[in-house]
């Protein structure tokens, strides 16, 4: 398995409170992603990054944002988590976006209550 | 909106039965790759494909890459029990943009 390692694993949480998570790669890929999982509808790109501090916005990143100050390190935050992105989310790696295969890590169950 | 439709969601098949899932898009792109979820785990990088009418194999799978580039197909042959697990296409498309299909899950009964 590539080197790309999410952080937590599992959390539960409050409505209304931040919640960080965290993809750390030991690949130097260029490209990272994060993807929320959920039934009947695949998985969907949240943000994704082509570089330190250079990021962009998914097809679901509302109440979502994401920071890169490392190449290896791609957070994503939600600001006031709600019930709705209960989820489980996906952080992935690539060399190059979408003409190489991407990486995925282990994701992170998150249930907001 | 979901830009790659993949059917069936849902696929139950006896061991040793055929299996297969399509994927489809409204415009045309530009690959398509395919990953295997097994459950509890995290999608895994089988194949792409790029080129019309392409058809790739992986020993019981068979991948397709419709002429027009907007449909592919993964084909195993004689399932078995490891072959568990949901399957996904991703394509690309001409805006360079990279979509997920739904997805479909596979359960094979011994």
């Known amino acids: 398995d590539a080197g790309i390692t999410q952080s937590p694993r599992h959390k539960v949480t409050e409505t209304g409170t931040p919640v960080t998570l965290r993809c750390h790669q030991t690949e130097n890929h260029r490209y990272m992603y994060w993807y929320r999982q959920d039934p009947g509808h695949g998985l969907r790109l949240i943000h994704y990054?082509?570089?330190?501090?250079?990021?962009d916005k998914g097809e679901v990143s509302d109440g979502y944002s994401v920071s890169r100050s490392k190449t290896e390190d791609f957070l994503l935050t939600l600001e006031s988590a709600t019930s709705s992105q209960t989820s489980v989310y996906f952080c992935?790696?690539?060399?190059?976006?979408?003409?190489?295969?991407?990486?995925f890590g282990q994701g992170t169950r998150l249930t907001v209550v | 909106g979901q830009q790659v439709m993949q059917i069936p969601q849902y696929q139950h098949v006896q061991e040793g039965e055929d299996f297969t899932t399509y994927c489809n898009s409204s415009t045309t792109l530009s690959n398509i790759q395919w990953y295997k979820q097994r459950p509890g785990g995290h999608p895994v990088f089988l194949i792409q494909?790029?080129?019309?009418?392409e058809v790739k194999k992986q020993k019981r799978l068979t991948f397709q890459f419709g002429e027009a580039k907007k449909n592919s197909s993964l084909h195993i042959t004689a399932t078995q029990t490891t072959d568990v697990g949901t399957y996904f296409c991703a394509g690309t498309n001409t805006g360079n943009q990279f979509y997920f299909g739904t997805g479909t899950s596979l359960t094979v009964i011994p």
């Open positions: 494909l790029v080129k019309s009418g």
């Open positions: 992935a790696i690539s060399d190059r976006q979408s003409y190489t295969e991407a990486f």
């Open positions: 990054s082509y570089g330190v501090k250079d990021t």
